[in-house]
């Protein structure tokens, strides 16, 4: 099945999605704008990661899951410094879904590459016989459609959510892409 369709609209889904997070930039508080950013980037990286055109740079240049690895770390160190603050309601949850967000995109960066050890990447297909990144692939899956579940019920079903912040379209969307990206590898 080509997937080639498919990957561009994600691609321009993520970049949509993180184009949307840029005016909350100019926002008051450096702590949020630090997860704004955090949004954006994490953006980019999967519209390039999902991309027919820019694939080959994820599963050629070794550093990548490194540089994954380090923002997850940071994220959940943010998420865990958030997470003690008083004044904050959510505490860490959405520090925590980047650092999760950041596995799910080592765990793809090297399953793509273990599907095509050449230096001639194909796209966002897997082969069947790398059967242990296609079910690592899926459990993230579940767990970004699971979050997005979540956030739904807590802003639009939850009683305590009535005086809440709108419904954080964004963060729903790119959840679903990267259940998407993460599906298209089992």
């Known amino acids: 099945m080509d ?3 498919i990957a561009w609209v994600a ?3 993520a970049l949509a ?5 840029l005016p909350r930039l100019a926002g008051h508080r450096a702590f949020s704008r630090y997860g704004v950013t955090a949004d954006v980037l994490m953006s980019v990286c999967m519209a390039a990661m999902v991309c027919p055109a820019t694939v080959g740079v994820f599963t050629s240049v070794g550093w990548w899951p490194i540089l994954f690895v380090l923002a997850g770390v ?6 865990a410094r958030q997470a003690v603050r008083p004044d904050h309601r959510h505490g860490g949850a959405h520090w925590f879904q980047h650092a999760v967000a950041c596995g799910a995109m080592v765990c793809m960066v090297l399953a793509m590459r273990a599907a095509h050890p050449v230096h ?10 790398v059967s242990g ?15 997005m579940a ?9 009683e305590g959510s009535r005086s809440a912040e709108a419904v954080p379209m964004a963060r729903i ?14």
């Open 11 to 13: 691609a321009g889904m």
């Open 133 to 147: 990144w296609a079910i690592a692939c899926a459990v993230l899956a579940f767990y970004f459609m699971l979050s």
């Open 173 to 186: 969307a790119m959840a679903g892409i990267t259940a998407v990206m993460l599906l298209t590898m089992v």
């Open 17 to 21: 999605m993180g184009a949307s997070e």
């Open 74 to 79: 940071a994220c959940a160190v943010a998420g």
């Open 3 to 5: 997937l080639a369709p």
């Open 150 to 158: 979540v956030t739904l019920w807590r802003q639009v079903v939850s």
């Open 120 to 129: 001639a990447p194909t796209g966002m297909a897997m082969a069947k016989t």
